[in-house]
């Protein structure tokens, strides 16, 4: 299983528990229900940073899940900060059993970048996009910008993104990722097509969120 770096320190920090518990059981002759009980931690925390390879389609005119989970919503909204007006945001929720690196929704170059502290409220909720920590990443593909925005929640406390304003970036690469539970809102123009609705299943870099018109 390839896990992403960043899980590296978490998964050495759960095994080398597993293992001195084992060893504790070991001399202390049958208590091994204390490790018994450890093991689906560790290994809950090796699958948290998994990082699958993903294929999929990949076009220009396409508007790929930046991330796993769940779509919890759907709207129009005002974008003054890289769309400059309005906007239709999609909402994915990513749970804790989700895969949480996220991938790049579509080819282009990085025109944006935006980081604002904030606070923790459950992710599900529609103000999360506007009062918790996240991280925003506006994209200009061969047929318009959209921006992407990762979104703390209740018990993620870490954004990780990989790319700065002026990086070219390809479709379904690698974004970054969001530790323990988390969301992520892609924003398109108007004009663009979605083709998810709320409560469908998506999975980042394979699922078509939306299109631009041919």
Known sequence: ?????????????????????????WTADGNWWIAAAWTPIALWVLAFFRNPTRTGPRQQGLVIAPADGKVVSIGETDEPDYLSGKATKISVFMNV??????RHPIAGTVEYRDYRPGKFVNATMD????????????VRGEHGPIMIRQIAGLIARR???????????QQGERLGLIRFGSRVDTFVPP?????????????AGQTILAEWPQ
């Open 159 to 169: 954004i990780v993104t990989d790319h700065a304003p002026g990086d070219v970036v």
């Open 1 to 25: 299983m390839r896990i992403a770096p960043e899980g590296i320190p978490f998964a050495a920090v759960a095994f080398a528990i597993l293992a001195a518990l084992v060893g504790w059981a």
């Open 127 to 138: 103000k999360a996009s506007e009062l918790n920590e996240r991280m925003s990443l506006g």
């Open 97 to 102: 059993f989700n895969v949480h690196v996220n």
């Open 191 to 203: 004009s663009v097509r979605v083709r998810v609705r709320p409560g469908d299943r998506v999975v």
